[in-house]
């Protein structure tokens, strides 16, 4: 009876050692297959963040090329707005000048008066009040100073009309505005900026 009891004891023993064996080859796997899962989220979990890095880095390099490109045009604007201030006010200035202005504002009338084809194609001659005696004294060489009159929105120049109700109109002014566009894209190729207007 004692070598049965002894015989089921190694038995029982045997069998349990054999479940301990499995039980620990068992949670081996699970450790080594939560150490494999772990490692595959960590690495999951890096690459997700380089990629939210990478993108932040692309987002913020976009946002600064944009803000650089519009300081570039508010520069280029501010440096044309400048420009074209100093100019208007330097005519300004010249209008008040009789030695200086007189030659400018004849010569103003004599290419209108060309390009109407002479003068007897000038019906009428317009100019700022202030410039009517000046016209006056240049439309005489043209034998045209009969057909002077003033109106306040000529300014820095001559209308003239001719007989065919063509008009054309030599200002000053008028020309400070046309070249505008030019220095803009002058200036904006020194700035390296596309010569648009700014979004204000």
């Not at 029982?12 to 490692?39: H, N």
């Not at 001559?158 to 046309?178: G, H, I, P």
């Not at 390296?192 to 700014?198: K, R």
Request: hydrophobic residues 45%; proline residues 2%.
């Amino acid at each position: 009876m004692a070598n049965l009891a002894a015989l089921l004891a190694e038995e029982a023993g045997a069998e349990i050692d054999a479940i301990l064996s499995e039980a620990r080859q068992r949670a081996s796997e699970i450790v080594a297959k939560a150490e494999d899962d772990a490692k595959a989220v960590t690495a999951q979990r890096e690459r997700a963040s380089q990629i939210q890095s990478e993108a932040a880095r692309v987002r913020a390099a976009s946002a600064a090329q944009l803000e650089a490109s519009s300081l570039k045009l508010r520069a280029q604007y501010g440096v044309v707005g400048g420009v074209f201030e100093a100019a208007e006010a330097e005519l300004r200035t010249l209008l008040k000048d009789d030695k200086r202005y007189t030659p400018v504002l004849s010569a103003l009338l004599d290419e209108a008066v060309e390009a109407l084809g002479g003068r007897d194609k000038v019906a009428k001659i317009t100019v700022n009040l202030a410039d009517e005696k000046r016209a006056k004294e240049a439309a005489k060489t043209h034998g045209l100073d009969s057909k002077v009159g003033t109106d306040a929105a000529v300014e820095g120049g001559v209308k003239v009309k001719a007989t065919s109700n063509v008009t054309v109109e030599n200002t000053l002014f008028d020309r400070l505005r046309a070249s505008r566009e030019e220095l803009a894209s002058e200036v904006s190729k020194l700035l390296g900026t596309p010569s648009t207007q700014p979004e204000v």
